[in-house]
């Protein structure tokens, strides 16, 4: 039998909170019956949600919370006010050790202050990245950081790709994945200071991640690597640019098909294909963002989400803990540091970068 998981859920965050929260969790549950839940929010809006679910109210423990953290708060403000929200105190169970992953589809900025602030980082990352996954040509490729750093230094993305890397690992079961970082081409005198450093401290360390050296930005759809790695401003751009993309395909799709009575046939007879392809695009399948590099795994739902994204994200949640991410962060961490302790970056490595143009 599995080990026993248990996650706690902010219960109050997401457009279409609890009952998107109850509902999704009913659905993980049955495809991963060894789950356990803590529900941090409103008993009295929570409590008649699980009476209609026997199963998952019988794993679920709800704890009570007198606030919420809304979409309009300021991280600052969410911190320092919000202490007694169901977000916090959902934060709060990873740490007390009450729950091994924490998910919230609310206020991002609020769950990246608060859970840096409980949780802390992992030793040897100064910030923690936003990473996650999305369909390519070739499956799936793994991106970071998507808003939690909008400035990054080579050693922010440095720790990104390593953590990048493992979090490709765990989540595919990839031996080896490739790495690359986004830049404005692949000459390696191209790109500003931070990619060109970081791309050579990647070059000269004597670690076994497979790196490719730099991506574009099309190479996001090919799939030319496992793991993209770049900066928050750029990656957030990026992303909300492909779901941008992936929408306006599939309102061109409807649109051919409703243009003339021949292109409704074609619907007809192309039906099974299209579902395939509907089923492939849907940003539900990919949901779920890690905050990596804290001391706890910690899930960032869609906000826009339903029931169905929101399990998925759940289902994530699970492989990280079950999978032991963290351990594996750690662990490539410290072959980093002893990596880093042989090359001598000041003389040879840097220089070389920053004298690039």
């Known amino acids: 039998m599995p ?10 965050g997401g457009d279409h909170a609890p009952d998107m929260v109850v509902a999704g969790a009913e659905i993980a549950l049955k495809r991963l019956p060894h789950l356990t839940f803590l529900m941090y929010g409103d008993e009295a809006r929570l409590r008649p949600l699980l009476a209609a679910s026997s199963q998952l109210e019988a794993v679920t423990q709800i704890r009570h919370a007198s606030q919420e953290v809304t979409m309009d708060d300021k991280p600052s403000v969410a911190l320092r006010q919000r202490r007694d929200s169901s977000m916090r105190l959902a934060i709060n169970a990873v740490k007390d050790g009450e729950a091994q992953g924490v998910i919230s589809a609310g206020n991002t900025g609020a769950l990246m202050a608060m859970a840096k602030f409980v949780l802390k980082t992992v030793k040897g990352i100064d910030r923690p990245a936003i990473a996650t996954y999305m369909p390519t040509q070739r499956g799936e490729t793994v ?3 998507l808003g939690a750093n909008v400035e990054c230094d080579e050693n922010n993305l440095v720790q990104f ?38 791309a050579a401290i990647l070059r000269a360390i004597d670690l076994p991640i497979r790196f490719e050296g730099f991506v574009e930005g099309d190479d996001l759809a090919k799939g030319t690597v496992d793991v993209i790695v770049t900066d928050g401003f750029t990656g957030n751009v990026a ?40 089923d492939r695009m849907d940003p539900r399948r990919y949901n779920g963002a890690m905050l990596l590099g804290l001391n706890g795994i910690a899930v960032k739902s869609h906000g826009g989400t339903d029931a169905l994204g929101f399990s998925n994200a759940i289902g994530v949640c699970h492989d990280l803990i079950a999978n ?11 072959s980093f540091e002893e990596a880093m302790s042989r090359t001598d970056l000041e003389d040879e490595i840097l220089p070389m970068a920053g004298n690039a143009d």
């Open 324 to 334: 032991r991410l963290n351990d594996s962060i750690k662990k490539e961490l410290a």
């Open 3 to 12: 080990e026993q998981v248990c996650i706690s859920l902010d219960a109050m």
């Open 143 to 145: 991106m970071l950081d």
């Open 239 to 278: 992303l909300k640019t492909a779901e941008g993309t992936a929408r306006l395909l599939v309102h061109f799709l409807r649109e051919t098909f409703q243009s003339s009575f021949a292109a409704k046939i074609g619907y007809l007879l192309a039906r099974r294909s299209l579902q395939r392809f509907r």
């Open 161 to 198: 790709a390593l953590m990048g890397e493992v979090f490709a690992r765990t989540l595919f079961g990839l031996e080896r994945p490739s790495v690359g970082i986004l830049n404005v081409g692949i000459e390696e005198l191209k790109g500003n200071e931070s990619v060109k450093k970081a």
